[in-house]
Nanobody, 119 residues
Framework: QEQFVESGGGLVQTGGSLRLSCAAS????????MAWYRRAPGKQRELLAR???????NYVDSVRGRFTIYRDNADNVVYLQLFSLKPEDTAVYYC?????????????WGQGTQVTVSS
């Protein structure tokens, strides 16, 4: 059973916006801090934003003020709204728990969703 199904990525111009969605199981969403991560070409995966069960959020400096994370516990979805996109935001975006979800001791990741920002 897939734990995370990401969608909403695409090709946008600099300054554009996207909204990413992550569908997860009810128990995963409800009982965990959820986060969005990304992996840019040639770089390691990085955590961008997290939202806890009480709705409090935290962002890395590179996206603070441009990205917004929020969760819909009723629909079991976590969103990442992306504004003012830059070419350096080009990456595959993933959602996961914090700490990351593990199956038999190994990190589990969904397929991600590709965001490409053209200059």
């Amino acid at each position: 059973q897939e734990q995370f199904v990401e969608s909403g990525g695409g090709l946008v111009q600099t300054g554009g916006s996207l909204r990413l969605s992550c569908a997860a199981s009810r128990s995963t969403i409800r009982f965990n801090t959820m986060a969005w991560y990304r992996r840019a070409p040639g770089k390691q995966r990085e955590l961008l934003a997290r939202v806890s069960g009480d709705g409090s959020t935290n962002y890395v400096d590179s996206v603070r003020g441009r990205f917004t994370i929020y969760r819909d516990n009723a629909d079991n979805v976590v969103y990442l709204q992306l504004f003012s996109l830059k070419p350096e935001d080009t990456a595959v975006y993933y959602c996961n728990t914090v700490p990351t979800f593990r199956i038999n001791g190994r990190e589990y990741w969904g397929q991600g969703t590709q965001v490409t920002v053209s200059s």
